[in-house]
């Protein structure tokens, strides 16, 4: 059986916040487990080894999780960030040595990539890189960081974006093909979708709260809407955690007293999540930058119609499936506009859309798909 290498720095490890990506990450994992024997290079707060059937995973000590976190602007973080960078490589470095692996996939950029391209080269391993925006848009932006992305991306021997608009923009940074790679994550349940059909509805958030994900402009639209727009609301469920947490407790507080029916809850686990968003007529995705979130691919899965703003591939995505409303521009008038559209409209008529963009977001197509790939690249 072939063995891959799957280094990462998004792996569950109980720490608040980053259920989402390394939930993804490990489902990944599990699935690529069916078709090959896997190794997950993994940061963690400790060193630890434990293996499943086909799936191991190997814990490197890193000062702090999650890595990205760690600024590369900031002098002050260096010295973690040259601890991590050491750590990590010696990790895989280890799993080469013991146990060699015929291909490693790094997922991200960097520093996976990174890691991936020095270990991976110096053995005469081909590896293949896994970019996400935060790679792209913020670490590419960075003088340095940017020339390290770019030789990272141009060793790789195939690149992949869980973006559309993303693995355009890492093909013009490297100058090589990219393809796009949907990142899903599996729900434990996924059966055929029993919300309201018309109003009044369940609308949702489910997200970290940070300016970038919009959680301020969505709680400004909800000030917006009128008496009559409410009474078309059954209740509005807000849960996540993130450096708006006074701002968004405020602003739900003041809802609140007057008289809306609107909760706030912290980060879900998976299966928390799965009930919520299950339980959501509507799902709410007002961010300002974007690329494919995985709370999409979440949606999709469970049939319920998202309420978006046209960011990043979200538009694109909007043409192809029609998952539901998106709003004109990414302004709280504008977003409370579109929420005002979707309570007019009778949510069963997205169904298709959403059934189609569920067949396209399969984890289980997505990792066949990878399997294929590199059946020519391990040697």
């Not at 569950?12 to 997950?40: C, I, K, N």
């Not at 960097?110 to 081909?126: D, F, Q, S």
């Not at 729900?187 to 949702?204: F, I």
């Not at 899965?301 to 409303?325: C, E, F, M, N, W």
Request: charged share 25%; glycine share 8%; proline share 6%.
């Amino acid at each position: 059986m072939r063995h891959i290498a799957l280094i990462t720095t998004s792996y569950p490890d109980d720490v608040p916040g980053t259920e989402a990506a390394g939930s993804f990450v490990e489902d990944f994992a599990q699935e690529l487990s069916r078709h090959m024997r896997v190794t997950v290079v993994a940061a963690s707060t400790a060193e630890t080894v434990s293996s499943a059937g086909a799936l191991s995973v190997r814990r490197f000590a890193v000062p702090r999780v999650p890595l990205s976190l760690l600024n590369p602007l900031n002098p002050t973080h260096w010295p973690r960030i040259v601890v991590s960078l050491r750590s990590g490589r010696n990790a895989l470095e280890q799993l080469v040595k013991e146990d060699r692996p015929d291909h490693i996939l790094a997922l991200w950029a960097l520093p996976g990539g990174y890691w991936a391209e020095r270990v991976g080269r110096g053995h005469g391993l081909t590896f293949s890189v896994w970019a996400l925006g935060s790679d792209i848009w913020g670490l590419g932006k960075v003088p340095l960081v940017r020339q390290v992305l770019q030789r990272v991306l141009r060793r790789a021997d195939r690149r992949y974006a869980d973006g559309l608009q993303l693995a355009s923009d890492v093909e013009q940074l490297c100058g090589l093909p990219c393809e796009f790679l949907p990142s899903t994550r599996l729900l434990p349940s996924s059966g055929h979708k029993k919300g309201s059909r018309a109003a009044p509805y369940k609308l949702a958030f489910l997200g970290r709260w940070h300016k970038n994900k919009g959680i301020d402009l969505l709680l400004d639209a909800l000030g917006q809407l009128t008496e009559q727009d409410w009474s078309r609301i059954s209740r509005v469920r807000i849960n996540g955690g993130g450096p708006l947490h006074d701002a968004v407790h405020a602003a739900a507080r003041t809802l609140i007293e007057r008289g809306r029916p609107v909760s706030v809850g912290a980060y879900l686990d998976k299966e928390a999540a799965a009930e919520l968003i299950g339980w959501a007529d509507y799902l709410l995705l007002p961010s300002r930058i974007e690329s494919i979130p995985v709370i999409f691919s979440d949606a999709v899965q469970l049939r319920t119609p998202i309420i978006a703003t046209p960011v990043g591939d979200l538009p694109r995505l909007h043409a192809k499936y029609s998952y539901g409303v998106i709003a004109a521009d990414t302004d709280c008038a504008s977003y409370a506009r579109a929420l005002q559209a979707a309570l007019d409209i009778d949510a069963i008529s997205f169904d298709q859309g959403l059934e189609d963009a569920r067949v396209d977001f399969d984890l289980e197509e997505i990792v066949k798909r990878f399997v294929h790939d590199i059946s020519g690249e391990v040697r």
